[in-house]
């Protein structure tokens, strides 16, 4: 029986090794092809080219093309007399700055008490209690107190968060798509290779075209369902993550 329930135990043991083996082998021939090499930078791609990419789809109210009035020279949806020379065209590029500071702290404590006591008894039912309960229950039974249940409960809860965040960063973007109403969809990705880690920084959102300022930029907070990444990937990224079989240990072991 011992030696049965130790071969089960081996099964699935070698069963796991095996399917965490399979799952990460085509990424870990890829690490071991690489030892020893620096990491390389993405091409640079197309957004609507890339894997994944969804044209974005919006609720848009209808709009009215800007019309010329007579003996003007002024086109309304303009925003200077002069050429902008903010970006406005699906390829134009323009610079985001990222300036992140979070500071959260929740504190949370709770603590609940609970006795309870029941009694219950029949001392006078029309003779039976005094007379017939004694001849099917024991002698020692009362019928004034025939069950009593106490019970408590005692429960405490103290829960923190601190959490402090900080990112200063300035990315360039390109405008990849232009929606109905005229607000743009941007992208941009940037990689930086030092000493065989490459750091990636990725944005993606939808900005108005009013909310560019004059030079050409326009803060993070003012991009609607933006997408910030900040990672990256090599060597010491690779010493910083558990491996594999850590990973579906944590996952598949129920204590």
């Keep these: 029986m011992k030696n049965s329930i130790t071969n089960k135990i081996a099964s699935i043991a070698l069963i ?16 071991l092809a690489n030892i020893g ?10 957004p609507k080219e890339m894997s994944g990419y969804k044209p974005v789809s919006l609720p848009m109210p209808e709009m009215k093309e800007g019309k010329k009035q007579a003996n003007s020279l002024w086109l309304s949806g303009k ?10 065209q699906i390829g134009d590029i323009l610079t985001i700055m990222i300036d992140i500071d979070d500071k959260a702290e ?6 609940r008490t609970r006795n309870n006591a029941e009694n219950a008894g029949v001392p006078n039912l029309l003779g039976i209690a005094e007379t017939q309960l004694s001849k099917v229950l024991p002698d020692a039974i009362d019928p004034a107190n025939l069950a009593s249940a106490t019970s408590n ?4 809860g103290t829960g923190k968060i601190e959490r402090d965040e900080k990112i200063e960063l300035k990315i360039a973007a390109m405008i990849s798509e232009i929606l ?6 941007i992208y941009g990705r940037q990689e930086v290779n030092v000493n065989f880690e490459v750091r990636e920084l990725k944005i993606a959102g939808v900005i108005r075209p009013e909310d560019i300022a004059t030079d050409n930029s326009i803060g993070y907070e003012k991009i609607a369902e933006a997408r910030i990444s900040y990672g990256g990937r090599g060597h010491i990224t690779d010493v910083q993550q558990p491996r594999y079989g850590q990973q579906a240990f944590d996952i598949l072991f129920p204590f």
């Design 79 to 88: 925003q200077a007399f002069f050429k902008d020379q903010r970006a406005n």
């Design 16 to 31: 796991t090794i095996i399917a965490t083996s399979v799952t990460g082998c085509s990424s870990n021939m890829e690490r």
């Design 106 to 111: 929740l504190e949370n404590e709770t603590t």
């Design 37 to 46: 090499k620096t990491p390389t930078l993405n091409p640079i791609e197309n």
């Design 180 to 185: 109905p109403n005229g607000n743009f969809v």
């Design 153 to 156: 409960s005692n429960s405490t």
